[in-house]
C-alpha cells in the first residue's frame, strides 16, 4: 500500500493500524494526516508509548494523556479517581482521534487500562469510548518495557480485536534505495536469514585495526557510547567545566520533564 492509499483510508474515520518496515513512511504518512485533521478544524490526541517517542511525534505518552501515570494495574477505585480528575475527564471527552506512535512498545495491560479510563469517562462501551483510534508502529521492532517477562503485545487484548482495525501495510522504501542491502534488512526483520544474506553483510567486513582512529563508531548501549565520549573529551586541552541541571515547579512536572529529556543531568 502506498502512503497516498493508507491517507485515504485514515480520512475515511476508521479505526487503523498503519503499520510497514523502517522507512516506509509510517511518521510521514501520520504526520500528513495531522495536519488534514487540523485543517478540518479537529485537534488530535497524539500520543505515544514512550517518552523518547512522544518528542519526535510532538505528543505525549499516552501514560499522561490517560491519567494512568507509571500504574501497573487498576482497580475500580483507581478508575473512578482518575476518571475524575478534571483535566483528565476534560481532555478525554475533548478527543475525537487517538494517535498512538510506536505501539509495538506498548503492553497489553497498559492498552487496556488506557481504554478503561476512556469508557468510564466517556460514559461508553466502545472500546476507547468511542474514539476513532490510529495506532502506529511495527511488531518487528522494539517489544514492550517492563520488568514483567512475561509482557503480553498490544494485539494480544481483547481491546484490539474489539476496534475492528483496518490494517494499513506500506509497501514503498524512502530511506533506502540499495535493494541488496534492503534484501539484507527485510531477511533479518522477519528472521529469515540465509546463507547469502550472511555472505553479503560479510563483503563488508573490516579489520577494525585498518581503521582510522576518527572513524564514527556505533554501539548498542548508551554506557559503551559514554566510556568513548568520556575518553575523547579528556584528551582535549583546557579546564572542563561542568553544568548541572536546575529546576523549579510541581515535583510531578518537573520529573516528567526530566524523564523525557534527552540531556544528561550533569553535563
Given at each position: 500500500m502506498t502512503q497516498g492509499e493508507a491517507l485515504a483510508v485514515l480520512k475515511?474515520?476508521?479505526?487503523?493500524?498503519?503499520?510497514?518496515?523502517p522507512g516506509s513512511g509510517k511518521t510521514h504518512t501520520i504526520n500528513e494526516f495531522v495536519g488534514w485533521l487540523?485543517?478540518?478544524?479537529?485537534?488530535?490526541?497524539?500520543t505515544a508509548a514512550t517518552g523518547i517517542a512522544a518528542?519526535?511525534?510532538?505528543?505525549?505518552?499516552?501514560?499522561?494523556?490517560?491519567?494512568?501515570?507509571?500504574?501497573?494495574?487498576?482497580?475500580?477505585a483507581d478508575v473512578d479517581r482518575i476518571a475524575s480528575k478534571e483535566h483528565i475527564a476534560k481532555r478525554v471527552m475533548k478527543a475525537k482521534v487517538l494517535i498512538i506512535e510506536e505501539i509495538s512498545?506498548?503492553?497489553?495491560?497498559?492498552?487496556?487500562?488506557?481504554?478503561?479510563?476512556?469508557?468510564?469517562?466517556?460514559?461508553s462501551d466502545k472500546p476507547f469510548g468511542g474514539l476513532v483510534v490510529i495506532l502506529v508502529g511495527d511488531f518487528?521492532?522494539?517489544?514492550?518495557?517492563?520488568?514483567?517477562?512475561?509482557?503480553?503485545?498490544?494485539?494480544?487484548?481483547?481491546v484490539w480485536r474489539e476496534l475492528n482495525l483496518i490494517t494499513c501495510y506500506l509497501t514503498e522504501q524512502y530511506r533506502q534505495d540499495d535493494?541488496?542491502?534492503?534484501?539484507?534488512?527485510?531477511?533479518?526483520?522477519?528472521?529469515?536469514?540465509?546463507?547469502m544474506h550472511h555472505d553479503r553483510l560479510m563483503t563488508r567486513h573490516t579489520d577494525l585495526s585498518a581503521l582510522p582512529p576518527d572513524a564514527p563508531?556505533?554501539?548498542?548501549?548508551?554506557a559503551d557510547v559514554d566510556r568513548i565520549n568520556a575518553g575523547e573529551l579528556a584528551k582535549l586541552k583546557g579546564l572542563a567545566r561542568k553544568f548541572h541541571i536546575t529546576s523549579r515547579g510541581k515535583d510531578?512536572?518537573?520529573?516528567?520533564?526530566?524523564?523525557?529529556?534527552?540531556?544528561p543531568e550533569t553535563l
Amino acid at each position: 500500500m502506498t502512503q497516498g492509499e493508507a491517507l485515504a483510508v485514515l480520512k475515511t474515520g476508521a479505526n487503523v493500524y498503519l503499520t510497514g518496515e523502517p522507512g516506509s513512511g509510517k511518521t510521514h504518512t501520520i504526520n500528513e494526516f495531522v495536519g488534514w485533521l487540523r485543517a478540518s478544524g479537529i485537534e488530535p490526541s497524539v500520543t505515544a508509548a514512550t517518552g523518547i517517542a512522544a518528542t519526535h511525534v510532538g505528543g505525549m505518552t499516552l501514560h499522561s494523556w490517560s491519567g494512568i501515570g507509571i500504574m501497573e494495574h487498576l482497580t475500580r477505585a483507581d478508575v473512578d479517581r482518575i476518571a475524575s480528575k478534571e483535566h483528565i475527564a476534560k481532555r478525554v471527552m475533548k478527543a475525537k482521534v487517538l494517535i498512538i506512535e510506536e505501539i509495538s512498545m506498548l503492553s497489553a495491560t497498559t492498552f487496556e487500562m488506557a481504554d478503561k479510563i476512556c469508557r468510564e469517562v466517556r460514559r461508553s462501551d466502545k472500546p476507547f469510548g468511542g474514539l476513532v483510534v490510529i495506532l502506529v508502529g511495527d511488531f518487528f521492532q522494539l517489544p514492550p518495557v517492563s520488568r514483567n517477562k512475561e509482557v503480553k503485545f498490544a494485539y494480544t487484548s481483547p481491546v484490539w480485536r474489539e476496534l475492528n482495525l483496518i490494517t494499513c501495510y506500506l509497501t514503498e522504501q524512502y530511506r533506502q534505495d540499495d535493494s541488496d542491502f534492503l534484501s539484507v534488512l527485510s531477511a533479518i526483520r522477519s528472521g529469515e536469514v540465509e546463507e547469502m544474506h550472511h555472505d553479503r553483510l560479510m563483503t563488508r567486513h573490516t579489520d577494525l585495526s585498518a581503521l582510522p582512529p576518527d572513524a564514527p563508531k556505533l554501539f548498542s548501549h548508551n554506557a559503551d557510547v559514554d566510556r568513548i565520549n568520556a575518553g575523547e573529551l579528556a584528551k582535549l586541552k583546557g579546564l572542563a567545566r561542568k553544568f548541572h541541571i536546575t529546576s523549579r515547579g510541581k515535583d510531578s512536572l518537573v520529573g516528567a520533564l526530566m524523564r523525557g529529556c534527552l540531556s544528561p543531568e550533569t553535563l
